[in-house]
């Protein structure tokens, strides 16, 4: 179907979930977000471009302070700059468009959280706006460098740009990623069972696919035009290219389009959007997967990626094979 038209297509919500757990699983289980949460944020940011308020043409700087963890490449770009230049020095140009294309197509946490804390104004701005959709399942409640955090059982104080700290953005940073590089897998997994505990930015697989269904027909709170962009950009994602897109068929030298973004955290692999068809239509997908609390058996978090990004792909296959038949 044409972007413009109204989702009518069908629609998949999924859970993984591993064989012990399966006489227990719920179809609306809680699941963490992990980099899907980025999907709402960049609504926000939209929001403010459609009310005139900000330009994604805009130019901002990031320093020392706005480094983040994990992945992307904006935190290597001003880590670079250490070998000519001290800490306060640092200091990267980019526009408000080129930081939301990295935050949903290469899931950078620095550009992220730079959106999120310093452009949209903090979680609570997109909790409220998935609230005002009626979609409050989508608890946005941290930014990616709490995340990390939480996720490692560290208990210290972050740095703050406004008050003296016990150590510098880029020591905390250090310090976050060599946690997640040595930890033992039981440490990882009793960290992981209090990450799972907690029920902030967490979903179901149902409330992000009609999150998805929502921003198809225009009614995600956002105009035409960004929408349109959002779906570009998504159409564009560098990330787990073995979920969803993993098993899909190549016509010729014609792939089957997805717009989607990924999540990657303790183990989790997760993966939602839009798959479309060759008839023109297209379905909704989002699958979610648990951490490694569930995968003890398991030795390292590449073996539990490789897993549950075949699992993934081979539902999104599975789906796109009975929507392709189903609907002629």
Known sequence: MALSDPFTGPRVDLEIVTPEDASTALPERRFAMAST???????????????GRISLEEKVVLDAYDVRPGTGVLTATLLEQLKEVSRDQIQVEYSLYQLLEKALNDS????????LDRVVGGPSVVFAHMERLGLSEIRVARS?????????GIRCPMPSRSSESEMDMVDFVAMLEGRMEIQPL????????????DPRDTTTPGAMTALLEKIWSREAGISDASTQLLLEIMGNCRTGLKRLRGRLPCYGTD???VQHKTGSLGGRANDVGFVHLPNGRAFAISC???????????????????DRERVIADMARA?????LFASG
């Open 144 to 152: 990616c460098l709490e995340h990390l955090r939480d996720r490692c």
């Open 319 to 323: 789906c796109y094979d009975f929507h």
């Open 186 to 197: 039981s440490v990882c997994c009793q960290a992981d069972c209090n990450f799972d505990a």
């Open 255 to 257: 792939v089957i389009e």
């Open 108 to 115: 950078d946490n620095t550009a992220t959280d730079y959106l």
């Open 37 to 51: 949460f980025k999907i709402p944020l960049a609504l926000s940011v939209l929001q403010l471009v459609d009310a």
């Open 288 to 306: 979610y997967t648990k951490g490694l609390a569930n995968f003890k058996d398991q030795s390292t978090t590449g073996e539990l990626y490789a």
